[in-house]
């Protein structure tokens, strides 16, 4: 077999890993939704403006976070300011622009983070065992340590 294709086993646990994943993701996010009205994206934004920027980030380091492209956030911070929940200020040193968090922003955070994390719990750590989750810690490091990528929070 060729080192560039994966067996059908192979294949199968992939998917089966990605759509676990893509379900229990799915789940949290329709919970939250749901329960605040935030998306996926909204909640990204603010949640990374508060535990990466303690409130405000330059927009490409936000951008970068989320693995966004600029106009894509660009985009989307346009549709949460008209929302008022972040703000974005020209930078003076420099063509950057910083986002910031509002305080209707950090409110519906501090509305949203309960929720997300009765979901994740739920829909997540409630399904394993202390084994299940020491070997999706090892299985996490590992892959993470392989792509040379850190992934945000």
């Known amino acids: 077999m060729d080192k560039n294709e ?8 992939w998917h089966m890993w990605k759509g676990s994943f893509q379900t229990i993701f799915g789940r949290v996010i329709k919970e939250i939704s749901e329960q605040t009205g935030l998306s996926e994206g909204d909640y990204g934004v603010l949640d990374r403006l508060d535990l ?3 409130g405000s980030l330059r927009q490409q380091e936000l951008a970068d976070s989320m693995d966004w492209d600029k106009s894509r956030l660009s985009h989307h911070l346009t549709r949460m300011e008209k929302r008022g929940l972040v703000r974005r200020k020209p930078l003076n040193t420099d063509r950057g622009v ?3 968090i509002t305080p209707a922003g950090k409110s ?3 509305d949203a983070r309960p929720i997300a994390s009765r979901a994740i719990r739920r829909h997540f750590f409630d399904q394993l065992t202390e084994q299940d989750i020491e070997s999706i810690t090892r299985l ?5 340590s392989s792509s040379g990528k850190t992934p945000p929070p």
């Open 140 to 144: 996490a490091e590992k892959t993470r």
């Open 98 to 100: 910083q986002v910031i």
């Open 108 to 110: 519906v955070l501090e």
């Open 52 to 54: 990466f920027g303690d």
């Open 6 to 13: 994966l067996n059908e086993v192979e294949m199968r646990i």
